[in-house]
Nanobody, 115 residues
């Protein structure tokens, strides 16, 4: 399975960005997709996940009320709408997919929040 992300960039504090990720290859329709991030000098951390069918969407506490994860199962894609961005949101954001007990990662897209 290959995951291709897009949508990162530089934004001022309080701004918005939308990340996109499309899966290709051996995609299995029953899965969980979402986003992780890794800031410089820190470990990779979970941001948000959404199951393919049913179940709850989950967010890490620091992004609740600001970020929204969604997916399009027909397009095999997951999205992350990020609003009211803060400097501490600066990180490389990784698309994530878990299916058939295997984890897959995208190559990462840089998000920088700075004035």
């Amino acid at each position: 399975v290959q995951l291709a992300e897009s949508g990162g960039g530089l934004v001022q504090p309080g701004g918005s960005l939308r990340l996109s990720c499309a899966a290709s290859g051996g995609y299995f329709p029953i899965n969980v997709m979402g986003w992780y991030r890794q800031a410089p000098g820190k470990e990779r951390e979970y941001v948000a996940i959404v199951p393919a069918y049913g179940g709850n969407t989950n967010y890490t506490d620091s992004v609740k009320g600001r970020f929204a994860v969604s997916r399009d199962n027909v397009k095999k894609s997951v999205y992350l709408q990020m609003n009211n961005l803060r400097p501490e949101d600066t990180a490389v954001y990784y698309c994530y997919l878990r299916q058939l007990r295997e984890d897959y990662w995208g190559q990462g897209t840089q998000v920088t929040v700075s004035s």
